[in-house]
T-cell receptor, first 114, second 115 residues
Framework: NAGVTQTPKFQVLKTGQSMTLQCAQDMNHNSMYWYRQDPGMGLRLIYYSASEGTTDKGEVPNGYNVSRLNKREFSLRLESAAPSQTSVYFC?????????????FGDGTRLSIL | AQKVTQAQTEISVVEKEDVTLDCVYETRDTTYYLFWYKQPPSGELVFLIRRNSFDEQNEISGRYSWNFQKSTSSFNFTITASQVVDSAVYFCALSGGGSNYKLTFGKGTLLTVNP
């Protein structure tokens, strides 16, 4: 019962380094999402992919890029990491990009940028 | 614009007490959906419940119950006879209807259940 798998679980970067966070789901879901979670802020949507081949900006997209590699995989890239991007990143998926579909989350990636 | 307010930042109770987590939402949509998620200390996010705006029936699942009241724009969550394993951050979330989908989370309530 893998569900949504994120790699890596932890990462430390230096300012200016690049990094790609990987996400894969095995539930045959159409839609996938990337969020960041910061203390006292809840979860904020970075980017989402309503279906394979499409991506759209969320609430806080600046400094990030995404790739929907195929139906299973959705990666998040930091081209030039900044300390403000220190956060816990969650990938999620849902059956359809439809508001009544619950999202299922991965275990998160803790990213620290020095 | 959508907004979810969880006014209780932290709650601490003793095991076996009942506890209610408040959630108040704002939306202009007539069709919308409300969710609760649990984030235990291990960090993962666990889906608990979904409720649509047309269904105001309360729901009970074991020790968990949810009270949805459109008149007060609230979707509160009650844990009866709390247990230490209930200790977690609980998030309320809202999404609108139609194609303009966006899931908006509250800032969460940290529940600590002490033995």
């Amino acid at each position: 019962n893998a569900g949504v798998t994120q790699t890596p679980k932890f990462q430390v970067l230096k300012t200016g380094q690049s990094m790609t966070l990987q996400c894969a789901q095995d539930m045959n879901h159409n839609s996938m999402y990337w969020y960041r979670q910061d203390p006292g802020m809840g979860l904020r949507l970075i980017y989402y992919s309503a279906s394979e081949g499409t991506t759209d900006k969320g609430e806080v997209p600046n400094g990030y890029n995404v790739s929907r590699l195929n139906k299973r995989e959705f990666s998040l890239r930091l081209e030039s990491a900044a300390p403000s991007q220190t956060s816990v990143y969650f990938c999620a998926s849902s059956g359809y990009h439809n508001s009544n579909q619950p999202q299922h989350f991965g275990d998160g990636t803790r990213l620290s940028i020095l | 614009a959508q907004k979810v307010t969880q006014a209780q930042t932290e709650i601490s109770v003793v095991e076996k007490e009942d506890v209610t987590l408040d959630c108040v939402y704002e939306t202009r949509d007539t069709t919308y959906y409300l969710f609760w998620y649990k984030q235990p200390p291990s960090g993962e996010l666990v889906f608990l419940i979904r409720r649509n705006s047309f269904d105001e029936q309360n729901e009970i699942s074991g020790r968990y119950s949810w009270n949805f009241q459109k008149s007060t724009s609230s979707f509160n969550f009650t844990i009866t006879a709390s247990q230490v394993v209930d200790s977690a951050v609980y998030f309320c979330a809202l999404s609108g209807g139609g194609s303009n989908y966006k899931l908006t989370f509250g800032k969460g309530t940290l529940l600590t259940v002490n033995p």
